[in-house]
Nanobody, 119 residues
């Protein structure tokens, strides 16, 4: 059974930065893609950024140039560096372990971490 545990959320002023971390249990982390998703009240969960097992990345248009996803397979950890944060980035952020076929989302989700951008 895979467990994903996020951390790093909080309250930040517009223009500020946060770094989210997600630690995965189990031995399959390094061979699966990972994704960060977010869900704001009243909205559907959306993909923010994804990273393949080989390190290729993709981003939602709304965060390109501001967010960076990375992974450390030795630590079973995926990160989301968020810079130049805007109020519209406020949401619960979830990490996801990609499926066996290498697609996102997979079946495993973290519990979520709240990010609030407000002055």
């Amino acid at each position: 059974q895979v467990q994903l545990v996020e951390s790093g959320g909080g309250l930040v002023q517009p223009g500020g930065s946060l770094r989210l971390s997600c630690v995965a249990s189990g031995s399959i982390f390094s061979i699966r893609p990972m994704g960060w998703y977010r869900q704001a009240p009243g909205n559907q969960r959306e993909l923010v950024a994804g990273i393949t097992s080989g390190g290729s990345t993709l981003y939602a248009d709304s965060v390109k140039g501001r967010f960076t996803i990375s992974r450390d397979n030795a630590k079973n950890t995926v990160y989301l560096q968020m810079n130049s944060l805007k109020p519209e980035d406020t949401a619960v952020y979830y990490c996801n372990l990609g499926g066996r076929a290498g697609v996102l989302p997979g079946d495993y989700w973290g519990q979520g971490t709240q990010v609030t951008v407000s002055s």
